[in-house]
């Protein structure tokens, strides 16, 4: 481990050799997935059309500690361990007492922190002959991790890329398809289910539930194909847990204990990976756990807590989680990844035991928030991560008000350089809150 004063490393050997499942150290049980036909809990048997064993098994298991096969690990330190920052000019020009640090994991070679599971996903499909994987994206990054690990294990991609991002960020259709991705604006005339929304509403400008539906029945009617989600589900929260567990070991090292953590929310994967592996002590260290969210799409802060579908059309299984509804159309905000109706189950379930708080934002104020940070860290966050920052520096000038000196850490989740059209807009004043 190297510590500057500002920048936590760890050392390849110190990088975490297990994921952390929460699933048994969760208040009160976890409600099963529904059958989308029979509604009935649905068996193992019911997803192997779509995902291999070994992740259904992971889905379900009961295990807290699951070992990282060396396979996945080998490309992990591509780019992991990821630093662990202190904001330090942040805290200057905010005048606070408080520490802020962010765990980065825009170093990734898609530049968020999606390929923690999207290479696990693609391994362990590959070692069950799985030839090509479908999924959707909302902002691209999925769509871009998903991209890169089928390219390493010599697999085929197909990504179902919402249509308003599709068009507001043509550079991430280029980093999949340079990675031999194929990129379908959604809603699309290549399924039965885009054909049917494409009927009633031709300018349908998409969400992240049509394009699940069509990613799922587009694997679940080719033979080796398999479809593979970038967050909700309790296998994917799982993988991403690595980042978590290294920042855990970065705070203990340089003798530190946050005491709010942050991170911003669509699905829950990235705010899952950096928060759960602190969750089950949180409330004997007195940690503030914050999930953030867009005004736009504001499924934990008003949406019901009821069994819904994942996708639009009603293929996938039914979960118990915060949902707006899956025929909810989002505004078409720039933080695309945070477009979803509804939240990982898990983290629903702690939202509703009070274990983690939630709070909604406007798109403008996050701006505000990402250009602040951008223009003393240097680094230019992603619309998504932008949601976390504003909620870190309204923490750190509260502490400023309160003259108290406290610890602040958030997950810096992607770099937005290929967002930049989207700081345009804010820069110009052609930005909207919705």
């Known amino acids: 481990m190297s510590f500057d004063g500002r920048k936590v490393i760890l050392d390849p050997e110190e990088m975490p050799r297990e994921w952390y499942n929460i699933l048994p150290d969760l208040p009160k049980p976890l409600p099963p997935p529904l059958h989308p036909v029979t509604k009935e809990p649905i068996k193992p048997s019911d997803l192997e059309p779509i995902f291999p064993k070994e992740l259904i098994k992971q889905e379900m298991s009961d295990e807290r500690w699951i070992r990282i096969p060396e396979e996945v690990l080998e490309v992990y330190r591509l780019w992991r361990p990821t630093p662990l920052i202190r904001a330090k000019r942040l805290e200057e020009a905010l005048k606070t007492p408080a520490k802020i640090y962010y765990k980065y994991e825009g170093v990734s070679p898609p530049g968020s922190h999606k390929p923690n599971t999207a290479v696990a996903q693609a391994y362990y499909n590959m070692k069950e002959g799985v030839e090509r994987l479908t999924t959707e994206t909302g902002a691209g990054q999925w769509g871009s991790a998903l991209s890169f690990a089928t390219r390493l294990f010599d697999m085929k991609c197909t990504v179902y890329m919402v249509k308003v991002s599709y068009h507001q960020k043509p550079y991430r259709r280029i980093l999949m398809e340079t990675w031999g991705g194929e990129v379908i604006p959604s809603p699309s005339d290549r399924t039965e289910s885009g054909r049917r929304i494409l009927e009633k509403d031709p300018d349908n400008t998409g969400s992240l539930g049509i394009a699940i539906s069509e990613a799922v029945e587009d694997a679940a009617k080719h033979e ?159 619309p998504e991560s932008n949601h976390a920052i504003r909620v870190a520096i309204d923490e750190a000038l509260k502490a400023k008000e309160e003259g108290e000196e406290k610890v602040i850490a958030f997950n810096l989740s992607g770099h937005g350089y290929f967002d930049l059209a989207a700081y345009d807009d804010y820069l110009y004043g052609r930005l909207k809150d919705t």
Do not use: W
């Open 224 to 382: 080796n194909t398999n479809y593979s989600l970038g967050s909700v589900l309790n296998h994917v929260l799982l993988h991403q847990t690595i980042i978590g567990l290294e920042a855990k070991k970065q705070f203990e090292l340089i003798d530190e204990k946050p005491d709010v953590l942050i991170g911003c929310v669509g699905g829950g994967s990235n705010f899952a990976g950096f928060c759960y592996p602190f969750i089950k002590d949180a409330e004997k260290e007195g940690i503030r756990i914050v999930a953030v969210e867009p005004a736009a799409c504001p499924t934990l802060t008003a949406g019901e807590y009821r069994y819904d579908y994942g996708d639009t059309v009603g293929l996938t299984p039914l979960l118990m989680m915060y949902t707006l509804g899956h025929d909810f159309m989002p505004p078409p905000i720039h933080a695309g990844g945070l477009r979803y109706h509804g939240d990982a189950p898990t983290l629903s379930l702690l939202v509703a035991e009070g274990v983690i708080e939630a709070v909604a934002v406007k798109q403008i104020p996050t701006f505000e928030a990402g250009l602040l940070f951008a223009r003393t860290e240097g680094i230019v966050p992603a």
